[in-house]
């Protein structure tokens, strides 16, 4: 048993040999989404640290009710010399065993999640994972990286069966016992889950054992359940004297119909496959992006984010703009905004869908907003590529917009109305959290942010002015809100912009908190509502108080409630949430909204690239989750990455950025075909 000092960080990095040759935090995260919801994810050196780590965890009802069916491996390889560990397991009270991390030499993520390990008799090996898209299906694919005599490899799968966001403890009700066909290997652990599958050019030796009190630090961290007893039913034991040797893991669920004929043909058939689907992207951010898009019914979906989030309609509809409208994913778009088109509700749009329920939660004000500015920016940009939506769906989306504005011009749900006076619009009830500052703690609201919240109003008045473009009933309130915003929200002590007037319903009372919802008035929607010095000093306060390397501040540092760190239980991770705690996807707006207000030069946006953007994928691409951003990160000095490792928002506004508002100036992908 070998300690794990510092939380496994005394593990070195490790290096890629591929031609970029990058360097990885060995705790750093993976990601294969299958494209229906499900995914496999683990870290670099292969110790899992959440409960949501696995080699197949499968969506029962895509994206949702999602299943952890497959939970890891334990590998070994037999040599000549002996016998050698290539993974490592954390457990219980702080061990880790074996030591296989050790001899990692090189892990790389092209074309999918790689790893080249040493024994000490130099023999290499190299395993390769990916989930195949459209299928509940892993590949595990291991092979010489030099000719080698007698070299066996021996996989002990871990099992369990339960719903992703709970642990698995030894029970009496699980069922060890497979069905052996051939080079196919059946489980049915649970009566009510799908049977799980494995396919090999190997043998099986039925061996079932508990392994008791796994341990997961990122849970530990945040203040969950994090020990964890898995089933071990046996073990399958491979031979690479003759080529690869394939281990193909399964969910019923999945068509087992692609797995035909001998295992390594069928293995090496979808390694093919595969590597010629990712072969097509125009760039590596493009091939990320394709993980958030996944199937829901017959249309399609983004997942807000990996590993626990499903579709959320503020995400998806943020997301899409850089995911698919800028990434090229037109088809994707034009099936995301005709199905949600359908959503509709008294002008209201899903704020997201439940794990394990089919109705959705009608509780955003601003869901039904960012709909209305994506889909006509979606619109607008087949038209110029004549590829337009066909003439129903066009009907269909235009009709979901109106409804939308008349819904919201009229009143709906919790007090979402246009203010006749002023043209702007108010929401907010006590207890509901209706923006996208959205936490709540012990029942209470930590941001209720009631009246007329200031990122709102900007979307409120794009919605109309895009509105306004093709029927003429909308103007009157157009002009009423353009005319009363900037003299409503100016704060003259501050020189920026109120957060929320008319507070709690109160006329004239303001919240006059430095927060990052202003920079929406000048960047990250097709109008900005400022111009001119007001728009400057906007972006100045921003800079000045509220960017970090990794991400805008949701709160100045001086404001009360502050938050330095997102640390602790959820009681204390959700109070600093939104209190300071930093986020990538406002990275979006603000750097549009830095290079307007110096004109959109060709200079400003490559200025612009270097100090904002090129440190982003410098760094966080190589750390947190591989090729993605994060959800969130600490709001000081190490600014660490937090939250969901993979968020779809966060990696949505980083290609709009390079791709649109950048352009030539967005470094290498910046001029990537779309």
Known sequence: MVPLPAGGRSIPRLGDDSPNGRSFDPLAEWLEADGLGGYASGTACGVRTRRYHAALLSAARPPTDRLALVNGFDVQIETRSGTFALSSQHYAPDVVSPDGARRIEAFGLDPWPTWRFRAEDGVRIREELFAVRGAALTVIRFSLVEPAPDVWVEVRPFLSGRDYHATHHENPAFRFDPRVEGEWVRFAPYSEIPEIVFLSNGSYRHEPFWYRSFLYDEERERGLDFIEDLAAPGVFRLSLASGAAFLIVASSLSDLGVLKGAAAACGERLVAAERARRADFPSSLHRSADAYLVRRGAGS???????????????????????CTAGGRHDEAKSIVAQWAG??????????????????????????????????????????????????????????????????????????????????????????????????????????????????QALWLNALSLGAARST???????????SFERRFWNEEKECLFDVVDVGGVPGEVDASVRPNQIFAVGGLPEPLLSGERARLVVESCERFLLTPNGVRSLAPFEPGYARRYAGGPRERDGAYHQGTAWPWLLGAFVEAWVRVRGDTPEAKSEAYRRFVAPIENGNLSSGGIGHLAEIADAETPYTLRGCPFQAWSLGELLRLKLEVLGAAGGREGSAKA
């Open 473 to 483: 009933k909308w103007k009157a309130l157009l002009d009423a809100g353009r005319g």
């Open 343 to 456: 959503l509709v509700d008294r002008g209201m749009l899903p704020n997201f869908f439940p794990d394990a329920a089919q109705s959705p939660e009608y509780n955003s004000v601003d869901a039904s907003l960012w709909y209305v500015v994506a889909a006509v920016e979606l619109m607008g940009r087949l038209d110029r590529t004549g590829a337009p939506l066909e003439g129903a769906e066009e009907a269909l989306v235009w009709l979901a917009v109106d409804e939308i504005l008349s819904g919201y011009a009229a009143g709906t749900r919790y007090g979402i109305a246009a203010d006749p006076d002023d043209g702007l619009l108010r929401a907010g009830e006590e207890g509901v959290q209706l923006t996208w500052m959205d936490a709540k703690v012990d029942g209470r609201v930590v941001t209720p942010r009631i009246g007329k919240p200031v990122e709102i």
């Open 301 to 323: 979906t983004i997942i807000a984010g990996y590993p626990w989030f499903t579709d959320w309609g503020r995400d998806t509809f943020v997301s899409l703009r850089g995911l």
